[in-house]
């Protein structure tokens, strides 16, 4: 591995032997894609990643969902997720070749959709073999969910019993056939077989609370003690393995919660969707999301799936990703900030405004193409204050 292709390395964020240290131990894992040779790290001591989701669903197609993974890596996601439920394989293969980002799936889609109640365990493993092969860089594995854990949320009665799609699909397939999990019963199988493909395990969590009424509740818990388990497995195989995490948390209970899951995963590589905290956010789900991640984040969260305004009642249009990502960042941002002492950009950015270099303002903010947006221009001072701007005022009182 030619460690100078990490970006953390290279800006002295992380040193070569804490890194290969991180990595051997299985708290650092690697991310790669055939087109590029830059190598993403997710883990500890790392800068917080983003994902961003794109698929087929209904009413979208290959061409607007292609238009909005180059909008979500423009604005700044590290990797991009195939969530289609139709047309597989021709729509896996033309993300892999169209973007030089990690891409990661989620194969029980397609084993279900295409089988249903007749999905097979050997076919669930050929489609994961199948995507493998594709060259998807994670794959999203749901294998902490139970037959037992399922009978459970029905006498438990949980507010929304389930809100994972993959773990929809898995409790459904269950509740029909009678039968276990066949990604908790070959999770050994899987993880060799993820091992030989070079690819990173992505355990699901297929209960994650989707409100805040059920947040910190048994089924999520006992989840996620059954995905420390597999932790270890993988680890033992020496399969790349990272952990998802809970849904939605109040904000009082993200610390706790990603504390908890830490300790259970051993350190794991952590990636949270938000968490959200709070249920009312219709329409600006990302602005909650990036609170909650920026809190997850800061307590050890090392890569935020994003949420856009649309989560909640929408496929996201391409203003909707364009939002996501950037809310995103900014909270990763914030989290490195504080776990990384990551302030480089910020002190720029400072001594920008106390200049009024616009130039150097617009290339320091997280949204490169804002200034060519806005139509904005060079001016001193800005159109905020005008002729009583406060930097330019004091100016010649405080020269440098």
């Given at each position: 591995m030619n460690l100078e292709k990490i970006k953390e390395?290279?800006?002295g964020i992380i040193t070569k032997e804490k890194f290969e240290k991180c990595v051997r131990e299985g708290r650092i894992v690697v991310l790669k894609n055939l087109n590029n040779e830059e190598i993403l790290g997710l883990g500890e001591g790392m800068l917080t990643k983003i994902n961003a989701n794109i698929g087929i669903g209904e009413g979208s197609d290959i061409?607007?969902?292609l238009h909005k993974g180059k909008i979500a890596v423009k604005y700044g996601a590290d990797t991009l997720m195939d969530l289609s439920i139709s047309n597989f394989d021709d729509v896996r293969r033309k993300f892999l070749k169209s973007f030089d980002v990690p891409i990661g799936t989620v194969p029980i889609?397609?084993?279900?959709?295409?089988?249903?109640?007749?999905?097979?365990?050997?076919y669930v493993l050929n489609i994961i073999e199948k995507n493998l092969k594709d060259g998807v860089s994670f794959a999203t594995i749901h294998a902490g969910i139970t037959k037992s854990i399922v009978g459970d949320?029905?006498?438990f009665k949980r507010a929304i019993p389930v809100t994972s799609r993959g773990g929809a699909l898995l409790a459904a397939w269950m509740l029909m056939n009678d039968s276990e999990n066949p990604l908790y019963e070959n999770f050994e199988y899987i993880a060799e077989m993820f091992k030989k493909y070079d690819a990173c395990i992505?355990?699901?969590d297929a209960l994650r609370p989707a409100?805040?009424?059920d947040a910190s509740d048994y089924a999520q818990f006992a989840e996620l003690i059954n995905l420390g388990k597999f932790v270890k497995i993988a680890r033992k195989i020496k399969a790349k393995v990272i952990v998802e995490g809970p849904g939605h948390i109040p904000l009082n209970e993200i610390e706790s919660n990603v504390k908890m899951a830490k300790k259970i995963c051993d350190n794991a590589p952590l990636y949270t969707l938000g968490p959200l905290p709070t249920d009312i956010a219709l329409g600006y789900d990302h602005i909650a999301a990036a609170i909650g991640s920026a809190v997850g984040a800061m307590h050890g969260v090392d890569f935020i799936c994003y949420v856009t305004p649309e989560e909640h009642y929408s496929l996201p249009d391409e203003e909707g990703v364009k939002s996501g990502v950037i809310a995103s960042k900014i909270a990763a941002h914030i989290a490195d900030i504080c776990k990384l002492n990551y302030v480089k950009e910020d002190n720029e950015m400072a001594l920008a405004r106390r200049n009024l270099n616009w130039d150097k303002i617009f290339e320091c903010g997280i949204d490169k193409n804002l200034k060519k947006?806005?139509?904005?221009?060079?001016k001193k001072p800005c159109t905020m204050c005008g002729d009583y701007c406060a930097l330019k005022i004091t100016e010649r009182y405080f020269e440098k």
């Open positions: 390395i290279r800006e061409k607007e969902e889609y397609q084993a279900y959709i295409e089988r249903k109640k007749d999905m097979t365990s050997d949320i029905k006498k992505s355990l699901g409100c805040i009424a947006s806005k139509n904005l221009k060079n």
